[in-house]
């Protein structure tokens, strides 16, 4: 953080629960802690008599290995209803579906789609390119059991926070590339989608929740080198893209202290240059990860957008 404080710049109402958040730099030595712990629900999990989950395996293609996904689905959906791709954070090296279990339970009622929620493998064991063609298996396996489910080719998209807003950025490129699939929408949560550290440092950016020593694991973890080379995967680092032209729709939210706030202020603004329609929100006094003090008035303000905007982009 170059010795800059900005608790000064936390939202008032997010102090609470900074405050009960630990404080250190992921790396390989906290890294089996970190994980047990991510592997559970992030808060108690809500009664919604309306919505199945259960467990499903997504066939890998040749020379991929099968995937194991979580389902949301509405029991008494009606007509056809639209889906969503869901990758869960943490670093691209910690984090399990069951993480975002009470989000992804009230969100599938709130629209009355189904979720599917990919258990992708982590980096160190698996670097990229495997995390996001485990996320590209799961999309297959969603597109081609939509009449199974219920679902609305037609409206399917993917969405992701952190390193899963990375992922989906990812997953979107090569969903484009490959032209097996047509995208409605991308909802992307302050991604994670450039590993090359800025020579200008922000000065009030990432000093809690991510750090940048966080980011350079989870980035040398991913690529399997150090960050910042040449010749890194735009399917891996959604920054390094050259062209952003027939992505679908975006939205991008972001906290003002957030470490990715530039990344994700510069990817919005090349998606606009290339005829992409963006939303894009920054959430002043925010940190990463401050959605999950959801009774703070960011916290409420951003649930509010993006429950909005994948109602817009999924009717």
Partial sequence: MDDVSTKHLVEPD???ALAQLPSFSVNAEVLPALREARSEAMGPTPEVPEIEVTEHTAPGAEGQPDV???LYTPREPGSEVPAILHI???GYVMGTPEMMDPANRLMARALNCVIASVDYRLAP????PGPVEDCYTGLRWLFQS?????????RIAIKGESAGGG?????GLLARDRGEFSLAFQHLTFPMLDDRESESRHPYVGEFVWTRESNRFGWQSLLGVPPGGEDVSPYAAAARADNLQRLPPTFIATGALDLFLEENLEYARRLTRAGVPTELHVYPG??????LAGDSRVGRQYAADSLRALQAALT
């Avoid at 939509?146 to 037609?154: C, I």
């Fill in 14 to 16: 997010l102090l609470d």
């Fill in 68 to 70: 194991r996904m979580l």
């Fill in 88 to 90: 869960h954070g943490g």
């Fill in 125 to 128: 064991e698996t670097p990229h």
């Fill in 146 to 154: 939509a009449a199974n489910l219920g679902v609305d080719p037609r």
């Fill in 167 to 171: 992922l989906a950025a990812g997953l």
């Fill in 286 to 291: 925010a940190y990463h990860g401050f959605m």
